[in-house]
């Protein structure tokens, strides 16, 4: 069964993380097709202003690119099939009032209607979960969550 939840939020992790790629690569070609097709005027000032911020533009696109790509392939290395006895990587945990999988660096992710905190390990939430086990207690924004099971 959490098998089977991990894989379906795995899943929408992943299409999440391709679409916002698309969007980032549709981004940087249209910013930098702005760039190029900028001409030059009798006002020669404008004309490279306006191929600089398109180039600019263009670079921030592609840093967003590169980092959503690292993002993925950090995600597509994450084991689903291990039943986890500690919070660590891969795992997905329950507490009082929400469900966290520990893997990338999403935020909250609805699947199946359900609402999923995902993660990066390198987060402080998932910092301060990691190596508890069910029964451990927290604390994130000053607020204590205990962990009721982890998968």
Same mark, same amino acid.
């Given at each position: ?10 899943? @929408?992790?992943? %299409?999440? $993380?391709?679409?916002?790629? /698309?969007? @980032?690569?549709? %981004?940087? $070609?249209?910013? +930098? =097709? ?12 404008? *004309?490279?202003?306006?191929? %600089? ?8 696109? @592609?840093?967003?690119? @590169? $980092? $959503?790509?690292? /993002? *993925?392939?950090?995600?597509?290395? &994450?084991?689903?099939?291990? #039943? ?8 997905? &945990?329950?507490? =009082?009032? #929400?469900? *966290?999988?520990?893997? !990338? ?5 609805? &699947? ?5 905190? !995902? ?20 604390? !994130?924004?000053?607020?204590? +969550?205990?962990?009721?099971? &982890?998968?």
């Amino acid at each position: 069964m959490h098998k089977d939840q991990k894989a379906s939020i795995l899943d @929408a992790c992943k %299409a999440l $993380l391709e679409t916002r790629m /698309e969007e @980032a690569k549709v %981004a940087m $070609l249209a910013a +930098q =097709e702005s760039a190029n097709s900028n001409e030059k005027s009798s006002m020669g000032d404008k *004309y490279e202003t306006g191929r %600089a911020m398109g180039q600019l533009d263009r670079d921030m696109h @592609a840093k967003q690119l @590169a $980092l $959503l790509q690292d /993002e *993925y392939a950090k995600l597509i290395k &994450v084991n689903i099939s291990v #039943q986890h006895k500690i919070v660590e990587t891969g795992a997905l &945990v329950q507490t =009082e009032t #929400q469900q *966290y999988w520990i893997a !990338v660096s999403l935020g909250q992710v609805l &699947v199946e209607n359900n609402k999923i905190m !995902v993660v990066s390990p390198q987060s402080p939430i998932a910092k301060s979960m990691l190596q508890k086990k069910k029964g451990d207690s927290f604390e !994130v924004n000053q607020k204590i +969550q205990k962990i009721i099971a &982890v998968f």
